[in-house]
């Protein structure tokens, strides 16, 4: 079995700074900025994954709605009864 490998200098586990009691900091201000950035720039496309998400299911929803009544207006004229003077030639 391998000997545990240590973490490098340059690894995100090393780089960051644990302050008791609080959360966990970057030692580098840059870094701190451009890790906010993209959690920042996640977010967004969530919240945009989740508006085109919702807005699929509303016009799904309304898709269905008038095949709904599409079914129901033809039902209704398919059992109608029919009168001899309006049957084609």
Request: hydrophobic share 40%; aromatic share 2%; charged share 20%.
């Amino acid at each position: 079995m391998p000997a545990p490998r240590k973490p490098s200098p340059s690894s995100p586990a090393t780089s960051r700074r644990v302050t008791p009691g609080g959360p966990a900091t970057l030692k580098n201000p840059a870094l701190a900025a451009r890790v906010r950035q993209l959690a920042a720039q996640a977010e967004h496309r969530r919240a945009i994954a989740e508006f085109r998400a919702r807005r699929a299911a509303d016009q799904q929803a309304r898709t269905d709605a008038l095949l709904v009544e599409a079914i129901h207006a033809l039902a209704s004229l398919l059992s109608a009864p029919r009168n001899a003077g309006n049957r084609p030639a």
